[in-house]
């Protein structure tokens, strides 16, 4: 499968711990995006990469979170000091920019306990 | 209120119907629209992708937008029960862009 890989697909954590989720987008697709999608809701927009330029990063992404794209291949979203309210599903997707639409991923489910 | 509009639902059809689905938007900056799928547990799957306003067909699936009354709908013909799904409607400003999503749309298709 060449789709859009996510890992892990879940994770529990305790609040107040950090969490590294990591994304391997499409083969040659030069944009990655981060959304969030808490029950019952579409994704939220958080960032996106072109290449290793993060090139826009919404207000929903606080201090608290980073990712980076170092090599423009695969992604990492960190989140620090987690917090209950971070329990969402944090979706990756990819493009090759220009008119091509997003590619999703299956998502990777953080539970805060 | 959202920038995209789209009602929760459950919709739910017998097995042969023709699904309805539409969602209204407050940006008219948004030129370019989107349908996805997404089952229980995965990620969003593409089924529809448009520019501007017009129809588009692809098999089972028609998409319409009426970029003047702020519009689009999504019609699904002789339903099947593996259509249940949540459907969401999705748009940006320009092409590449980022999303913005509805909520989404939960449809049950009863055999």
């Known amino acids: 499968d060449t789709g859009v890989s996510q890992n892990p697909r879940h994770k529990i954590t305790k609040r107040g711990q950090n969490v590294t989720f990591r994304c391997d987008p499409i083969s040659e697709h030069n944009r990655l995006y981060w959304y969030r999608q808490t029950l019952g809701q579409g994704p939220e927009f958080l960032t996106y990469?072109?290449?290793?330029?993060?090139?826009?990063k919404s207000r929903l992404l606080s201090d608290r979170f980073s990712a980076e794209r170092p090599k423009g291949s695969f992604s990492t979203l960190e989140i620090q000091r987690t917090e209950q309210g971070d329990s969402a599903m944090y979706l990756c997707?990819?493009?090759?920019?220009?008119?091509?639409?997003?590619?999703f991923g299956n998502g990777t489910r953080l539970t805060v306990t | 209120q959202k920038e995209v509009e789209q009602d929760p639902g459950p919709l739910s059809v017998p097995e042969g119907a023709i699904v309805s689905l539409n969602c209204t938007y407050s940006?008219?900056?948004?030129?370019?629209f989107m349908w996805y799928r997404q089952y229980s547990r995965k990620g969003p799957e593409l089924l529809m992708y448009?520019?501007?306003?017009g129809n588009k067909e692809d098999g089972r699936f028609t998409a319409q937008v009426d970029k003047s009354s702020k519009y689009i709908s999504l019609f699904i013909r002789d339903s099947q029960p593996s259509d249940s799904a949540t459907y969401l409607c999705a748009m940006s400003k320009a092409a590449g862009n980022k999303l913005t999503f509805g909520g989404g749309t939960r449809v049950l298709v009863k055999p």
């Open positions: 940006n008219s900056a948004f030129q370019y």
């Open positions: 448009t520019y501007s306003s």
């Open positions: 997707a990819s493009s090759t920019g220009g008119n091509s639409p997003l590619h």
């Open positions: 990469f072109q290449n290793e330029a993060q090139l826009e």
